[in-house]
């Protein structure tokens, strides 16, 4: 009897150690972005806010901080910057305000991650 030279069928699939590996690298891109957004959500609606505020048409700076303030209060998500921390100019003939702040987060006890974030007004040159 001949018998048929039949290889083995290689077997396919993850290991329990590669399927761990994954969830754990998948938890840490979570717990980040989870941590992360909240953040970026605060960012953009001070950007709103600040072109809202560069639309109105004031021309004095403590009006514009003013302004900046009521916007803060009517947007709660604002609490990284305020009014004061502005910076307030004039480029051709345009009120332009910029703005910069860092936000540090706790991922895991002692590790954290810091964001530098910076924004203008739209009418402003980058």
Known sequence: ???????????????????????????????????????????LTIQRAVNRVADEGLSTVPEIRAAFERQKEIEYSI???????LKIT????????????EKEIELVSPVYLLIKYSGSSKGASQ
Not at 90 to 101: G, L, N, P, S, T
């Open 1 to 43: 009897m001949a018998r048929d030279s039949v290889s083995p069928r290689r077997q396919r699939g993850i290991t329990l150690l590669g399927l761990l590996m994954w969830a754990i690298i998948i938890g840490m891109l979570a717990l980040v972005a989870l941590r992360v957004l909240p953040t970026v959500n605060e960012y």
């Open 90 to 101: 004039k480029e051709d003939d345009k009120v332009v305000i910029r703005f910069a702040y």
């Open 79 to 85: 609490t990284s910057i305020g009014g004061q921390d």
